[in-house]
């Protein structure tokens, strides 16, 4: 856990001077008493990256904490960042502004936004799908002996490099 103070370059936004216990149990009994709706998994990430508890990977480490909290590893059903550059850029945006804010319903409002910009199951499905082809289509290539550039000619060899000019090596 971060213990030191830390700041973020170009915002307003200030972090809590240290992150403490009482602080992430909030955060937690939050969870604990809410529907555990898709956007209640995107709160919990949403608060813990806010919090910047760690030095780094702050948003990594909530996205792997938010979905351990909606029991993604148990049912394969992953809160998942947005695939599309520029869907993921705005979501970005969008994190920032929900930093900015302590207001509940603008919190709301920015979750919702965020949330209509995740990939949906069958999207998802579709992008592991292709990557699953993908590494499939590598583990079928192999690797083939090709004859050497010079077909074993050494005197070829000998008269190409040679007639090299000065300035420019083999």
């Not at 919190?107 to 919702?112: E, G, K, S, W």
């Amino acid at each position: 856990m971060r213990n030191v103070p830390t700041l973020l370059i170009g915002d307003s936004y200030t972090l809590p001077e240290i992150v403490t216990e009482g602080i992430l149990q909030e955060m937690i009994d939050r969870f604990d008493t809410s529907e555990y709706t898709t956007k209640d998994g995107w709160r919990v990430f949403a608060d813990l990256a806010k919090m910047q508890p760690f030095q780094d990977g702050n948003k990594r480490t909530a996205l792997i904490a938010a979905n351990e909290a909606m029991g993604a590893f148990e049912t394969q059903d992953f809160l998942v960042l947005p695939l599309q550059p520029e869907s993921n850029t705005k979501f970005i945006g969008l994190l920032m502004r929900y930093y900015l804010t302590d207001d509940a319903t603008q919190q709301d409002r920015l979750l919702d936004e965020m949330v209509s910009l995740t990939p949906g199951t069958v999207e998802q499905e579709q992008v592991w799908q292709a990557e699953r082809d993908r590494l499939e289509s590598i583990k079928k290539l192999s690797t083939r002996r090709v004859k050497p550039f010079w077909g074993g000619n050494q005197e070829f060899r000998q008269h190409y490099l040679k007639n090299l000019p000065d300035d420019q090596d083999l």
